[in-house]
């Protein structure tokens, strides 16, 4: 799940796994589409459960 809350915005993306290069490619894409032009981007991540296999 994915929050902007200065624009009342919500999303959540449902993966196979939850592997670190999973959360990494959605945060491009999500950086990418919505925050192109900004100059700093703030990140918080909070309790993320990234399962790493071996």
Request: glycine content about 4%.
């Amino acid at each position: 799940m994915m929050i902007e809350p200065l624009w009342n915005w919500r999303t959540v993306t449902v993966t196979e796994r939850r592997t670190g290069r999973d959360v990494a490619g959605w945060v491009c894409l999500f950086v990418d589409e919505y925050y192109s032009e900004s100059e700093r981007i703030v990140l918080i991540i909070d309790h993320v459960d990234i399962r790493i296999y071996s």
